[in-house]
């Protein structure tokens, strides 16, 4: 449905897209995710042709959104930031200019305008005027104008912003219906939003894609080592004595937990490393209760944080270690194997 081609947009000097590829499929939501500032909203009113780019090409639906503007955006149903409502005006008075607006055939406007009233549920308020209604309702207004003409393609660049709570369950709800009969386009820095209602996640970062897939294998992708979380019945001199004889377990730590006696202990594993067994005969044979164990994933927030940030690489003494919480090493790294026999050979000579 739309095919975005080295997309860039500078500001003077500050590089607001930088050369973006990506492709939208029918049928599914997409989560447009990304930090305040990254590129998203830009992005956006690109392909909306609401602004121009500075280099690069977006098509919808085979259109090319600069070539040929008004067939590209008949695809398209846009609801900005900031919803573009005319406050004096009624809620059936405002639905009817933009059905005017998007040339809707005349015979076919009331219908058209019932029918969108209802999907959004504002029916109950189509004689009131706009400025009398509460955030949320006008949520639904720019929504219900977004969806007038009923386009392939509904954009919506933070549907849900300064609601409260149960305002945008329900809004979020609105989205997954819609999603039946449109393509959505969810722009949002709103992580618990996008996972609730996306099918498909595109993080964005300074302006480039850093990542683009379902939450699941995102999740997956980036979880790399086994993360364990265990509840265990011992002190933590004996727990760490049965973890740092598991080869395969690259760090941990223990710290009290509510009940008297009893320690929470992560640990993770070396990537493709199954652990579990072992952890269970270790603990086993020095009579030490598990009470709890799982498996812990990378939540989208995790993977969110992980890509717009990036995690950096311990430098110095503390590369390569496997640390307890009592700061024990758990394995060597080649280099201070190599340090140490250098230092023993020098002591035997």
């Excluded at 009233?117 to 109950?124: C, F, P």
């Excluded at 994933?297 to 919480?325: A, H, I, N, W, Y």
């Amino acid at each position: 449905m739309i095919e975005v081609k080295n997309l860039v947009k500078k500001y003077g000097g500050h590089l607001a897209v930088d050369n973006l590829n990506f492709t939208v499929e029918k049928g599914q939501i997409y989560g447009f995710l990304g930090p305040n500032g990254a590129g998203k909203s830009t992005t956006m009113n690109i392909i909306t042709g609401y602004i121009a780019s500075t280099e690069g090409t977006v098509t919808v639906d085979g259109h090319d959104i600069l070539e040929e503007p008004e067939a590209a955006k008949k695809c398209i149903g846009y609801l900005p930031e900031q919803p573009p409502l005319y406050f004096d005006m009624t809620v059936a008075e405002y639905l009817n200019f933009a059905a005017e607006l998007k040339q809707v055939e005349k015979p076919k406007r009331k219908e058209m305008i019932q029918e969108v009233m209802e999907m959004t549920g504002i029916t109950d308020v189509g004689g009131r005027v706009i400025k009398n209604l509460s955030k949320g309702y006008r949520q639904r207004v720019g929504l219900a104008q977004a969806l007038i003409g009923f386009p392939e393609i509904l954009i919506l660049d933070e549907p849900t912003v300064g609601l409260d709570p149960k305002q945008m369950i329900e809004i979020r709800e609105l989205i997954k219906s819609l999603s039946k009969n449109h393509t959505v386009i969810l722009s949002s820095h709103i992580l618990s939003e996008v996972s609730a209602v996306c099918d498909y996640i595109m993080i964005i970062s300074k302006g480039k894609l850093v990542a683009s897939d379902t939450p699941e294998n995102l999740s997956k992708e980036m979880a790399g080592a086994q993360k364990l979380s265990l509840l265990v019945k011992g002190s933590p001199q004996e727990v760490e004595s049965a973890v740092g004889n598991i080869h395969q377990v690259s760090s941990f730590c223990c710290e009290e937990s509510e009940q008297e006696g009893v320690l929470k202990v992560s640990l993770e594993a070396e990537p493709e490393a199954d652990v579990r067994e072992e952890i269970f005969f270790a603990m086993a044979d020095r009579k030490l209760p598990i009470l709890e164990l799982m498996t812990t994933s990378m939540s989208l927030e995790d993977v969110f944080l992980e890509l717009t940030e990036g995690g950096e690489e311990p430098e110095g003494e503390e590369k390569g270690r496997r640390k307890s919480m009592f700061g024990t090493r758990l394995k060597k790294t080649p280099e201070e194997e190599l340090e140490e026999e250098e230092e023993n050979h020098a002591g035997n000579l």
